[in-house]
């Protein structure tokens, strides 16, 4: 029997489902102990309100939301701006009309992140970047919002990478009730069975739907060709394989849609590795090490005791200051053995092993100014490079997340914008997302930089390095004979480096031209008051000739009267 799409898609997801499975205990591990309440590993777990977190100790839970605050803050605050866009020469971004259009793009970008949900998104996906390696966000255009997006846990997708061990193909399981189903794709797309469901006010039934998204590079039996798009979507009822409707939907897209960011990541795997996977042992034995310290302190308080046993059928209180009445003054309950365990060094292990699970997560780094003890005798530049030393340690993880989270949202966001403006620059419609770009800018690839805290953090050294350069050489030149060392100082291109990376706005900054201009007007200035001022004293100096008296004995008349 010849194979169809669904066979197809039915093999791909059972392959990747494979491929998931080495990972699935060690996440389950790693929910348990920094995230119970999120994951996904079975597709009926869906709006299920048991009991999950039982940990005796929550030093793992309080340390990976710290982790998330402040990777949210760091690198994506929606209280500042955290990224601007730049033409490929940097020689261009002094031309107004770029500058001015790449200002109004931001602006409009900035808009859109906000009305979407990005920022209710982002700090999930920190945390299971965080925990778990990997997190995946799917990106979709919206009519309302230009985009929106939806978060999705672990367990409940997979993933595959391509040949550059890039993220290209994702897949899901999962459950809907009747009333979702219909809402999402529209009762004519449905199968007969939900139909009727539907019809029959039956809405809370539920159906196992399987979604995948992969290149749209190879033909498919039963699914239409998609021609003009890159990547393919395709939902399906698991079962139902009878009559039209037997696809939900299929769709195209432009960019991969899904944000499949990670952590770190080994050569060839498909998934990543993270803090948490470090920390999980600590966090195993932080627990154990929580039970055998309230074990010990339950027996100082109510040690096991010994009585004899003319008393089993006494009533005896052991609540503190009751009276028991007894006759013989040996029938009294005594501590099986003394009870002296060492509580202070168990606490002491408790806190080496929390100390070693906030390491792992960066809390010290995050709060380094609060944790820090000397942060009372410690100057604000010693305390600034302390900050910017610990930020380093992120260098690597924000590559990652600037390739595989951040650029491909704000690519994906700016390409929604063009294609929903681009009608109006032809003058079909008369509404535009963005305004058209100058012919400078047509069809040429925008350059992202990224200016938030931690990405400034990277640059740092950079300009700490030039800030030490100009005081050396601003010194030198308070030396004798080394007052021309100023002249090697480069002012302008200085000031455009430390704006770049320092993220200050486009519109605080000159051009070239226009700090030419302002530089001719203000010679132009001293030059006038120059020519004033000439003028004035060589009226002042006429007025005292004329006053001057000319007759008698004087140098002045003795001069006038030889020249006469």
């Given at each position: 029997?010849?194979?169809?799409?669904?066979?197809?898609?039915?093999?791909?997801?059972e392959q990747m489902r494979s491929e998931r499975s080495s990972w699935t205990t060690h996440w389950r591990d790693l929910n348990k102990n920094f995230q119970p309440r999120r994951g996904k590993f079975d597709t009926s777990d869906t709006n299920k309100g048991n009991k999950r977190n039982q940990l005796s100790n929550?030093?793992?839970?309080?340390?990976?939301?710290?982790?998330?605050?402040?990777?949210?803050?760091?690198?994506?605050?929606?209280?500042?701006?955290?990224?601007?866009?730049?033409?490929?020469?940097?020689?261009?971004?002094?031309?107004?009309?770029?500058?001015?259009?790449?200002?109004?793009?931001?602006?409009?970008?900035?808009?859109?992140?906000?009305?979407?949900?990005?920022?209710?998104?982002?700090?999930?996906?920190?945390?299971?970047?965080?925990?778990?390696?990997?997190?995946?966000?799917?990106?979709?255009?919206?009519?309302?919002?230009?985009?929106?997006?939806?978060?999705?846990?672990?367990?409940?997708?997979?993933?595959?990478?391509?040949?550059?061990?890039?993220?290209?193909?994702?897949?899901?399981?999962?459950?809907?009730?009747?009333?979702?189903?219909?809402?999402?794709?529209?009762?004519?797309?449905?199968?007969?069975?939900?139909?009727?469901?539907?019809?029959?006010?039956?809405?809370?039934?539920?159906?196992?739907?399987?979604?995948?998204?992969?290149?749209?590079?190879?033909?498919?039996?039963?699914?239409?060709?998609?021609?003009?798009?890159?990547?393919?979507?395709?939902?399906?009822?698991?079962?139902?394989?009878?009559?039209?409707?037997?696809?939900?939907?299929?769709?195209?897209?432009?960019?991969?849609?899904?944000?499949?960011?990670?952590?770190?990541?080994?050569?060839?795997?498909?998934?990543?590795?993270?803090?948490?996977?470090?920390?999980?042992?600590?966090?195993?034995?932080?627990?154990?090490?929580?039970?055998?310290?309230?074990?010990?302190?339950?027996k100082m308080v109510a040690p096991p005791t010994t009585a004899p046993s003319a008393l089993r059928n006494t009533q005896i209180s052991l609540l503190p200051g009751a009276n028991n009445f007894t006759d013989d003054p040996n029938n009294v309950f005594r501590a099986i053995y003394q009870i002296n365990p060492r509580?202070?060094?168990?606490?002491?292990?408790?806190?080496?092993?929390?100390?070693?699970?906030?390491?792992?997560?960066?809390?010290?780094?995050?709060?380094?100014?609060?944790?820090?003890?000397?942060?009372?005798?410690?100057?604000?530049?010693?305390?600034?490079?302390?900050?910017?030393?610990?930020?380093?340690?992120?260098?690597?993880?924000?590559?990652?997340?600037?390739?595989?989270?951040?650029?491909?949202?704000?690519?994906?966001?700016?390409?929604?914008?063009?294609?929903?403006?681009?009608?109006?620059?032809?003058?079909?419609?008369?509404?535009?997302?963005?305004?058209?770009?100058?012919?400078?800018?047509?069809?040429?690839?925008?350059?992202?930089?990224?200016?938030?805290?931690?990405?400034?953090?990277?640059?740092?050294?950079?300009?700490?390095?030039?800030?030490?350069?100009?005081?050396?050489?601003?010194?030198?030149?308070?030396?004798?004979?080394?007052?021309?060392?100023?002249?090697?100082?480069?002012?302008?291109?200085?000031?455009?480096?430390?704006?770049?990376?320092?993220?200050?706005?486009?519109?605080?900054?000159?051009?070239?031209?226009?700090?030419?201009?302002?530089?001719?007007?203000?010679?132009?200035?001293?030059?006038?008051?120059?020519?004033?001022?000439?003028?004035?004293?060589?009226?002042?100096?006429?007025?005292?000739?004329?006053?001057?008296?000319?007759?008698?004995?004087?140098?002045?008349?003795?001069?006038?009267?030889?020249?006469?």
């Amino acid at each position: 029997m010849a194979k169809t799409g669904r066979d197809y898609f039915d093999y791909r997801l059972e392959q990747m489902r494979s491929e998931r499975s080495s990972w699935t205990t060690h996440w389950r591990d790693l929910n348990k102990n920094f995230q119970p309440r999120r994951g996904k590993f079975d597709t009926s777990d869906t709006n299920k309100g048991n009991k999950r977190n039982q940990l005796s100790n929550n030093t793992p839970l309080f340390a990976k939301r710290v982790l998330r605050a402040g990777m949210m803050t760091g690198a994506t605050s929606p209280a500042r701006p955290w990224f601007k866009l730049g033409p490929p020469d940097p020689d261009m971004a002094d031309f107004g009309p770029v500058r001015g259009w790449l200002d109004d793009v931001q602006d409009v970008m900035y808009r859109v992140f906000a009305s979407s949900g990005l920022y209710r998104a982002l700090p999930s996906i920190y945390e299971e970047c965080g925990t778990v390696g990997t997190a995946a966000m799917l990106q979709e255009e919206d009519f309302e919002n230009v985009t929106r997006f939806t978060v999705f846990t672990v367990g409940e997708y997979m993933l595959d990478i391509n040949g550059k061990n890039m993220v290209d193909t994702f897949a899901r399981e999962y459950q809907q009730t009747v009333h979702q189903i219909v809402t999402k794709f529209g009762l004519e797309n449905c199968s007969d069975n939900i139909k009727q469901l539907f019809e029959s006010g039956n809405l809370s039934s539920r159906f196992e739907i399987r979604h995948i998204i992969e290149p749209n590079d190879k033909p498919v039996d039963d699914i239409p060709r998609l021609e003009g798009f890159a990547f393919r979507s395709v939902y399906y009822e698991t079962g139902n394989r009878a009559g039209f409707n037997q696809y939900l939907s299929v769709k195209g897209y432009h960019e991969f849609p899904v944000l499949a960011p990670r952590w770190d990541t080994k050569p060839g795997d498909t998934y990543g590795i993270c803090p948490g996977m470090d920390a999980l042992g600590d966090a195993f034995a932080l627990q154990v090490q929580e039970k055998e310290k309230g074990k010990a302190v339950a027996k100082m308080v109510a040690p096991p005791t010994t009585a004899p046993s003319a008393l089993r059928n006494t009533q005896i209180s052991l609540l503190p200051g009751a009276n028991n009445f007894t006759d013989d003054p040996n029938n009294v309950f005594r501590a099986i053995y003394q009870i002296n365990p060492r509580v202070e060094e168990l606490a002491g292990d408790i806190s080496r092993t929390e100390d070693r699970i906030n390491r792992a997560f960066y809390v010290d780094m995050f709060l380094m100014i609060q944790n820090d003890n000397r942060n009372q005798r410690a100057t604000a530049t010693e305390i600034a490079e302390k900050h910017e030393e610990k930020l380093l340690q992120l260098g690597p993880v924000l590559e990652n997340l600037n390739d595989e989270l951040l650029d491909p949202i704000i690519n994906r966001t700016f390409n929604m914008l063009v294609r929903a403006s681009e009608p109006g620059w032809k003058g079909f419609t008369d509404k535009m997302m963005i305004p058209p770009p100058p012919p400078e800018l047509e069809n040429v690839e925008l350059r992202v930089e990224y200016t938030s805290i931690l990405a400034q953090a990277q640059k740092m050294v950079a300009t700490s390095a030039v800030e030490r350069w100009v005081g050396f050489v601003g010194n030198m030149a308070t030396i004798p004979g080394l007052e021309d060392s100023t002249d090697k100082i480069n002012g302008d291109e200085i000031a455009d480096l430390m704006a770049r990376d320092l993220g200050v706005p486009n519109a605080a900054v000159f051009t070239d031209d226009e700090a030419a201009e302002k530089r001719q007007a203000r010679a132009e200035t001293m030059q006038q008051q120059q020519m004033a001022e000439q003028t004035a004293q060589m009226a002042d100096s006429a007025k005292v000739l004329s006053e001057t008296e000319t007759t008698g004995n004087s140098v002045l008349s003795d001069i006038i009267g030889a020249n006469s």
